[in-house]
């Protein structure tokens, strides 16, 4: 969802002379697009159409597009597929974290199997960090298709004059985002917590799943009420007050295609603790700080040793901020441009066709 919003946002303020952009938009948020001049289609739920035949490809015929020269898929799940089974396709794939989160093998090999065929269906490959791209290229045929490593951006906000939310009383506090769920480790957070009585943490994020109300059990059993608080999902404001405002974001996720959240808050100039799983090491860079186990004397005195870095260096908000800033929508949307040309070109040598403009979709 960020990416899609953001990207779209990015494309419409750097508009190319050879493209066209078209883009499919849920009824209710259609003002996600500033620009109404833009083609925003709304989706409709008859829009929607799974493949019956992998064999024998069967395209959406019903959606309102028109012509359409190029396809993007913003997600390895989308259910929108393109008007024509030539239409080149451009398929992002953000992280394959269903291979770690204990399903049945029948069911993660269900996974691959679908995503595979959408992988043949696809031009070419876009990963959203090299871990990732490490993973398809270990899991999935790629065949000759090129794929390529665009890492996600930051959203440009600016700070914000939100009031501190009501469910946090004053004092200092820590902060981590995130659907609660046995991927993000949460629960590691919680013997943390026991070890730094002089602060709170919010924990936020939604909280309808098992492992979410697992740990809030054990909150209540181990009398944490007042210092560990799980508002559930929160707006945009509230989230940018909580990063700006927070001692220190913490990070324990297992399993991250990108972990959009740690430079969030490093854009912030908020120290980072997370752990060294997946992409989080690519992405946090050498400012981060890691949890290499999850015991909870080492979470603790890698806590103490990375605060007390951040306090004792005047100049590490400043150079947080600094790394973060190589992560911009604007750079991300120019290079899937470069994509997208690439892909129009290498489709132009086969065909007579002396369109000057080019329509992409996505």
């Not at 929607?48 to 913003?74: A, I, K």
């Amino acid at each position: 969802g960020q990416l899609s919003r953001h990207l779209a946002q990015a494309l419409m303020a750097q508009p190319s002379e050879r493209l066209d952009f078209r883009f499919l938009i849920p009824r209710d948020r259609m003002d996600l697009i500033a620009d109404q001049s833009a083609c925003c289609i709304p989706i409709r739920n008859w829009h929607r159409q799974r493949v019956r035949r992998w064999t024998d490809w069967v395209g959406l015929r019903c959606m309102p597009l028109g012509e359409c020269d190029l396809w993007h898929w913003p997600h390895q799940d989308s259910e929108y597929w393109p008007p024509d089974s030539q239409v080149p396709v451009v398929l992002n794939i953000l992280d394959l974290n269903f291979l770690y989160e204990g399903k049945s093998r029948r069911k993660t090999q269900l996974r691959l199997y679908r995503l595979q065929q959408k992988v043949d269906r696809a031009s070419c490959v876009v990963a959203i960090s090299d871990f990732t791209a490490s993973e398809v290229r270990r899991h999935l045929q790629l065949g000759d298709r090129p794929i390529h490593v665009v890492p996600m951006g930051v959203d440009s906000i600016p700070p914000r004059h939100c009031q501190r939310p009501d469910f946090l009383p004053p004092g200092d506090f820590l902060y981590t985002i995130g659907d609660i769920s046995p991927k993000k480790n949460f629960r590691v957070l919680l013997d943390l917590m026991i070890r730094l009585p002089e602060y709170r943490l919010v924990m936020a994020g939604r909280k309808t799943s098992a492992y979410a109300q697992a740990i809030q059990q054990q909150i209540e059993r181990r009398h944490l009420q007042h210092q560990i608080l799980m508002p559930g999902q929160i707006d945009d404001d509230v989230r940018q007050w909580l990063y700006q405002h927070c001692s220190a974001f913490l990070f324990p996720s297992l399993a991250e295609g990108f972990g959009l959240p740690v430079i969030e808050a490093m854009k912030l100039g908020r120290p980072v603790f997370m752990s060294t799983r997946t992409s989080l090491p690519e992405v946090g860079g050498p400012l981060g700080f890691y949890w290499h186990d999850f015991q909870p004397d080492n979470m603790y005195q890698t806590f103490c040793e990375g605060m007390r870095l951040f306090e004792q260096d005047s100049q590490y908000e400043e150079k947080l901020r600094h790394y973060a800033a190589r992560f911009s929508w604007q750079r991300a949307a120019q290079q899937y441009v470069d994509i997208y040309e690439s892909v129009l070109a290498q489709e132009a040598a086969f065909s007579t066709s002396d369109q000057p403009i080019s329509r992409v979709c996505a």
